[in-house]
């Protein structure tokens, strides 16, 4: 079975909620880089509906876990 695109990217966001939550903001950081590309290439291959809007929900937690780790950046 193939694992899902979206798995992958909970996966990640999980990795980066445990790095911050353990003070990791450089390693947190880059797997946010890490994942946010995975997003947009995800992004520049599908134009289902669906997953445009599970795409727009993870780029909305991603933009607030960035503020998260570099609250200087707002």
Known sequence: M???PFEELKKGVQEIIDLIANKDNKSAN???IEISEKLDDFLD??????????????QVLLNQLFQKINPESE
């Not at 509906?49 to 727009?56: G, K, M, Q, V």
């Open 2 to 4: 193939e694992k899902s």
């Open 30 to 32: 880059n797997k946010l």
């Open 45 to 58: 291959h599908t134009d289902e509906d669906e997953d445009l809007r599970e795409i727009s929900k993870y």
